[in-house]
């Protein structure tokens, strides 16, 4: 990350407010002392990040754990919520600027969603229309009207509320359906649909359990208790705070009371990020209609980064170009 990408993070986390929160918290100095020796050694700044973090989440997990605790006691011995109808077909997706304005990988992946999804009811969410589905606190409407809450983290109350309120399926804009072409990916598909809550988690090789979990990919059914306790959370976070102290605290979150419901958990089918991200990784590279096929045929759902496609695009055959031409053909 280079300097001015960091002072751009910076003011959009809150500035000077950020740091005064950190030294609240206690973990300034280490912070500091951390990126000292990052240009000592010529190190990436981003290596200082763990050395803030860490104090920081065992504070937001211990200021706002009662909120969970609290729900925990009022449901102890209540029925689960049925899945008898399994997730509602509704398509959630977000580009707060208006899809207009988006970028044309963003609508290619759009228009991806809805070719693999016909029978689909897509709802594309902006800052006009959001207001018109859900209604979030007016401290949290306020502190994003000010940028005081960046575009992401809105972003992340938004999902998990249009969730917990009508269920669904959230897609980022920048996710890639390539089909359900063959009969394991459609089993695949059919048992995220009969599922309570399914998150794309990241499994390593040869390893059962997950070492982290993504939220850019998220389908519910209506009333979710993970993602209703964790969206009080947020929104009591953000009455409290003008800034952002951890950029992943929905993940520390989910992380958190996805803990105390093992069995929606373990019920969860095993949609992977790892590969998920194959086609991103290999963006920019040589399109091979062979490697195409083969990685199609396993992964379904492929998460992007828009803000590759300008580099992966310098090149006249890359996977990016294929992408946004075959949209363009449609």
């Given at each position: ?7 751009h ?8 407010s950020?740091?005064w929160q ?12 951390a990126?000292i ?16 973090i ?10 706002y ?19 008898q109808?399994?997730?509602?077909r ?29 029978d ?25 009207c ?10 992340d ?17 920048s ?11 459609k089993?695949r598909?059919e ?7 399914t998150?794309?988690?990241?499994f ?25 306790i ?19 605290i929905c ?8 803990r105390?419901f ?11 990020s790892r ?17 195409w096929?083969?990685?199609t ?15 992966a ?11 946004l031409?075959q949209?363009?053909?449609?």
């Open positions: 990350m280079d300097l001015d990408k960091l002072r993070r910076f003011l959009q986390f809150g500035g000077w950020l740091l950190y030294a609240k918290m206690g973990v300034l100095w280490c912070g500091i002392k990126l020796r990052c240009v000592v050694s010529g190190a990436s700044v981003k290596t200082a990040y763990p050395s803030i860490q104090g920081v989440e065992e504070i937001l997990v211990k200021r754990r009662p909120i969970l605790d609290k729900r925990l006691h009022e449901q102890a011995g209540a029925e689960c919520g049925t899945i109808n399994g997730v509602p509704i398509v959630w997706c977000a580009w707060l600027q208006g899809i207009e304005q988006a970028p044309a990988l963003v609508k290619a992946c759009i228009a991806s969603q809805k070719r693999a999804l016909p689909y009811e897509f709802r594309f969410i902006d800052r006009e229309n959001y207001r018109q589905w859900t209604s979030l606190p007016r401290h949290v409407v306020d502190k994003f000010k940028g005081k809450i960046p575009s992401a983290l809105f972003s109350l938004l999902r998990l509320s249009l969730l917990t309120k009508y269920g669904g399926i959230w897609m980022d804009a996710v890639y359906c390539s089909g359900f072409g063959n009969p394991d990916l089993n598909w048992r995220i649909l009969s599922s309570e809550l998150l794309f988690r990241y390593e090789p040869g390893r059962k359990a997950p070492v982290a979990l993504s939220n850019w990919f998220i389908a519910a059914v209506p009333g979710q208790r993970v993602l209703s964790v969206l009080e959370m947020l929104l009591a976070y953000w009455q409290d705070f003008d800034c952002t102290v951890d950029y992943y993940h520390l979150y989910l992380v958190l009371v996805l105390e093992p069995s929606v958990f373990n019920n969860m089918p095993r949609a992977n590969t998920s991200l194959l086609l991103s990784k290999a963006f920019a590279r040589e399109y091979s209609e062979e490697d096929q083969k990685l045929a396993h992964v379904s759902i492929h998460k992007l980064n828009y803000r590759k496609e300008e580099e695009l310098r090149h006249p055959n890359s996977y990016c170009r294929y992408l031409n949209e363009n053909d449609v």
